[in-house]
């Protein structure tokens, strides 16, 4: 793998991060595996492109995605999944049946055309990193992969909720107990996840474009990172990010046709020897 | 085992009761071809296969515990299998045929080694998972699959060239292999394979070995799984990554639950009345994968016991 892979595998990594932190965050805390998070995604990366194209800001795309993907989560949250709760494969296959609607209401709304969100001038052309000329946009979709772990790090760790959320993690009833109001923390959670599928959908879909598949695609490579990474644990969700990243460029490079296997036999063997994933945790219930 | 009391009379494991109820619904779905239009038996052939396939997903979900979204997966192998093997390969329609089942059932071998040691939430996950690696492979590996153009062949031996032959032969094979899902669940192993649901941990302190008896529930599972798959690629003629597709797993699953889970015949009921449904939104409007979502939300907060489960709740609620 030559240096311009490398970078590659990494940027596809960053962005997998921003997408898979949302999912792992609502996974770990909620016990909710969100099937509609690839959705999210794809809904955020159209919005965001509707945003960016009519204002001419990428910012204002990126703000305008993460608040409508937040506010689809909330319906989602508050209105659907709030039947369910406590039963975790109603929960799941009821997100799996909001993906659908998702997916085909951007059918009707977008059509089946592939688009492109447009790249800010700033971020346009090329420039050399460690002697080979590199997209500048791939390499800002790298340092916001990094800002964003840095930022959600900061927040798990050095605030109030993030103590919350952590601990809501290990044992959500207890911290129940202790006199916090945890639907709020679920909650607040739930809408930070959304909004990072929102935020990866308008990064995303600046360079591998928005086409109405995209949704399951993300999904996949989400899934992998967490199962690989373990649920809640956002030192899994990096690690599973690059592992990820790194072999499905592999995989592009050397089997272009068996790329999914490069990224999912490692993961199969994986699971074979640590079913919770490399930083898992058995639930405490 | 000795039997000290007076059982009553029993045919093929059947009581007498339960033999007549099945020859009357048989008789009915077997008269049925005389009074339907051709695009109506097709509609019910149809219903039958993916019956088949819910059964085989409730084999898992209902007396095992586990809820696969894989099983489209095995389902398409076998279609894929079949097409190839009769139209590229040349083999004769019931030697592709078998090829197909094989190749479901060894997929669903390899599915099974690595699910196994999963349950509840991350099974879901993994056979999730599992599939789509199937469909990214079905999709990019175009010399073979024929990649997003699929694959068309003409599969069905002659003698069931029209609809009603082939729905006749569809009915039996799926009467047939109805009656084996039936006896399996209701054997020694399918009664260990319901302790799994219930308590894993007790089953394993009883001396099972939990993780071959799923094993095997599963690759049994996929078989039923790839009949139903290499019936449909009969039907169809045609395979493409649609058929190995998410969506297949997941109307599988559907149907398994809109018929009741653990039920086993539920299945069929669940097939008919999300087929009839796709066919009458279908009428009106192309947004059927809407339809079907909303469906999915709606059984999912107001009938997880599906139609059979409510059926049975109002007649309880009757009795009382």
Known sequence: MNTFQ???????????????????????????????????????????????????SFVLGGLGAMAAIAAIGFVLDQGLLRFVRGNE?????????????????????????????????????GMRVFGVFYPIYRLFVLVTGIVVFAALWALLNHTRLGALIRAGVDDAEMVEASGVNIRRVFLVTFLLGSALAGLGGLMGGAFLSLYPSADAEILVFSLAVVIIGGRGSLVGVGVGSLLVGLLNTLGQVMFPEFAYFVIFGPMALLLAFRPLGLFGRAAST | MTQATVQPVRIAGMTGGAVAVVLAVLAVAAALPLVLTNYQIGLATEMLIFGVLAMSIDILAGFAGRTSLGHGAIFGVSGYVVVYASAQAGLPPLAAFALGVIAATLVAVVFALLAVRTSGVYFLLLTLAL????????????????????????????????HQAFYWAVLTAAAVVSYAMWRFVRSPFGLTLLGIRDSESRMRSLGYNVSLHLFIGFAVSGFFAGVAGALYAMFNNFVSPSTVALAQSVEGVLMMIAGGVGTLFGGFVG?????????????????????????????MIFA?????GMLRAMLARKKR
């Open chain 2, 271 to 299: 097939a008919a009345a999300i087929i009839a449904l796709e066919n009458a939104v279908s009428a009106y409007t192309e947004r059927w994968q809407m339809v079907l979502g909303v469906t999915f939300i709606l059984i």
């Open chain 1, 6 to 56: 490398l970078l590659n595998g990494l940027t596809f990594a960053a962005l997998l991060f921003v997408v898979a932190s949302g999912f792992t965050l609502i996974f770990g805390l909620l016990r909710i595996v969100n099937l509609a998070h690839g959705a999210l995604y794809l809904f955020g990366g159209y919005i965001g492109f509707a945003v960016a194209t009519r204002t001419g």
């Open chain 2, 304 to 308: 997880p016991e599906g139609i059979i």
């Open chain 1, 89 to 125: 494969l109603r929960q799941v296959l009821l997100t799996l049946g909001f993906a659908f609607v998702l997916n085909d209401l951007a059918l009707v709304i977008w059509g089946g055309d592939s688009f492109t969100v447009p790249i800010p001038q700033l971020l346009r052309g």
């Open chain 2, 131 to 162: 599939g789509m690696i199937v469909w990214g492979i079905c999709l990019r590996w175009t010399q073979v699959t024929g990649g997003e153009n699929g694959m068309r062949g003409d599969v069905r031996p002659a003698w069931l060239v029209t």
